[in-house]
């Protein structure tokens, strides 16, 4: 098996859908947003077994300050193979002259982002307001 990684944000909604509902991400359920939502994006960075849609991370950015690394997902049958954290390494090469890069990482995935050179901010929360509407 060869991963490839591409530069892309155009892809059909069902590899979006099943690669996001691979990992039960409730984003997979809005296909058409879910589209539009990684067309928008800055960059996105995506990872292929063959024609198969196996990973994919998106960021929002100014361009000049600050990249907010938004989604990273990886099929659960393609995790622990160096897949998330090559992802991670190319969009940190795409934004290394800028001042800031952020995540927010739910608890059992921070041990990861501290391997790929994240910092847990001390004195930061995430906060949310979430609302999706059909």
Same mark, same amino acid.
């Given at each position: 098996?060869e991963?490839?990684?591409?530069?892309?944000?155009?892809f059909s909604?069902?590899?979006l859908q099943?690669?996001?509902?691979?990992?039960?991400?409730?984003?997979?359920?809005y296909?058409?947003?879910l589209k539009m939502?990684?067309k928008?994006?800055?960059r996105v960075y995506s990872a292929?077994?063959?024609?198969?849609?196996?990973?994919?991370?998106?960021?929002?950015?100014?361009g000049v300050m600050?990249?907010y690394?938004h989604y990273?997902?990886v099929r659960?049958e393609?995790?622990?193979m160096?897949?998330g954290?090559?992802l991670?390494?190319l969009?940190?090469?795409?934004?290394?002259g800028?001042a800031?890069?952020a995540?927010?990482?739910?608890?059992? *995935? #921070?041990?990861f982002y &501290?391997?790929c050179? /994240? *910092? #847990?901010?001390?004195? &930061?929360?995430?906060? /949310?307001v979430?609302y999706l509407k059909t």
């Amino acid at each position: 098996m060869e991963i490839i990684y591409k530069k892309i944000k155009d892809f059909s909604q069902k590899e979006l859908q099943d690669l996001f509902l691979s990992v039960e991400w409730d984003s997979g359920n809005y296909p058409e947003k879910l589209k539009m939502a990684i067309k928008n994006s800055h960059r996105v960075y995506s990872a292929y077994d063959g024609d198969k849609l196996v990973g994919l991370i998106n960021s929002l950015s100014d361009g000049v300050m600050t990249a907010y690394f938004h989604y990273l997902l990886v099929r659960p049958e393609y995790q622990s193979m160096g897949i998330g954290k090559k992802l991670v390494e190319l969009m940190l090469e795409e934004y290394e002259g800028l001042a800031r890069k952020a995540i927010i990482a739910y608890d059992d *995935e #921070v041990e990861f982002y &501290k391997k790929c050179g /994240f *910092e #847990v901010g001390e004195d &930061k929360s995430a906060m /949310f307001v979430t609302y999706l509407k059909t």
